[in-house]
Antibody
Framework: EVQLVESGGGLIQPGGSLRLSCLAS????????MIWVRQTPGKGLEWVSY????????YYADSVKGRFTISRDNGENSVFLQMNNLRDEDTAIYYC???????????WGQGALVTVSS | DIQMTQSPSSLSASVGDRVTITCRAS??????LNWYQHKPGKAPKLLIY???SLQSGVPSRFSGSGSGTDFTLAITNLQPEDFATYYC??????????FGQGTKVEIK
C-alpha cells in the first residue's frame, strides 16, 4: 500500500525557515518524481515544487522560487521542502504527492499545516 | 501559464442525482487533464486521469470527458460520500501544473 506521511509543519514568524519532510512507503521511491502542493486558507490547490526521481530536474512555482528548495533522499525514501524567508501568504496545508509519469499525481499525503504569523 | 477555469464554483444536489462539473483550459492541453476529490482534513484523491481514464479503485459512477480546452466530470447516482470539493488539473508539457479553483458539491 502506498503511503505518504508529511511532517515538520508548525507556527513560524515571517522571515523564518521551516523544513517539511515526506516519508514514502509501499513503492519504489527512486522510480517516481515527487511534488509538493499547497492549499491556502479558503482557497484551492496550488502546485509548489517538483523533483525528478534522480533529483536531476527540479521546478518551482514563481511564488516560491528563490525561497523554497526541494530535495530528496532515495536511501531514506523521503522528500523535503526547505522553506526560507517565509511570508504570511505561505500559510497553507502542504501536501506531498507522487508523480506518475508526469501525467498524474496519484497518491497524496494527509498534509502538514504551516502557519506564518507574528 | 495555463489557466484552468471550473464551473460552477459550488452546487447543491441530492443523493441519487447526476451532477456535472466543467473545466476550461486557457489553451489546448490535448487530454492532459486530471480530476481530484478533496474532503477537509483528508488527502486529495485522484479520480480521473488523461481526461477519461478512471483511476484504479474509483467507482464507475465517476466519468470524465473532453479534449483540447473543454472537459467535464460527471457523477451519476450521487452518494453521501461524494459530497466534497472537486478540482481539475492540467499536466500538459512542463510546469507549472495548474489547478482549477474547485467546485464544492453540497447536500441540498
Amino acid at each position: 500500500e502506498v503511503q505518504l506521511v508529511e511532517s515538520g509543519g508548525g507556527l513560524i514568524q515571517p522571515g523564518g525557515s521551516l523544513r517539511l519532510s515526506c516519508l514514502a512507503s509501499g513503492f519504489t521511491f527512486s522510480s517516481h518524481a515527487m511534488i509538493w502542493v499547497r492549499q491556502t486558507p479558503g482557497k484551492g490547490l496550488e502546485w509548489v515544487s517538483y523533483i525528478s526521481g534522480s533529483s536531476s530536474s527540479r521546478y518551482y512555482a514563481d511564488s516560491v522560487k528563490g525561497r523554497f528548495t526541494i530535495s530528496r533522499d532515495n536511501g531514506e525514501n523521503s522528500v523535503f521542502l526547505q522553506m526560507n524567508n517565509l511570508r504570511d501568504e505561505d500559510t497553507a496545508i502542504y501536501y506531498c504527492a507522487r508523480d506518475d509519469l508526469g501525467i498524474k499525481f496519484d497518491f497524496w499525503g494527509q498534509g502538514a499545516l504551516v502557519t506564518v504569523s507574528s | 501559464d495555463i489557466q484552468m477555469t471550473q464551473s460552477p464554483s459550488s452546487l447543491s444536489a441530492s443523493v441519487g442525482d447526476r451532477v456535472t462539473i466543467t473545466c476550461r483550459a486557457s489553451q489546448r492541453i490535448d487530454r492532459y487533464l486530471n480530476w481530484y476529490q478533496h474532503k477537509p482534513g483528508k488527502a486529495p484523491k485522484l479520480l480521473i486521469y488523461a481526461a477519461t481514464s478512471l483511476q484504479s479503485g474509483v467507482p464507475s459512477r465517476f466519468s470524465g470527458s473532453g479534449s483540447g480546452t473543454d472537459f467535464t466530470l460527471a457523477i451519476t447516482n450521487l452518494q453521501p460520500e461524494d459530497f466534497a470539493t472537486y478540482y481539475c488539473q492540467q499536466s500538459y508539457n512542463t510546469p507549472p501544473w495548474t489547478f482549477g479553483q474547485g467546485t464544492k458539491v453540497e447536500i441540498k
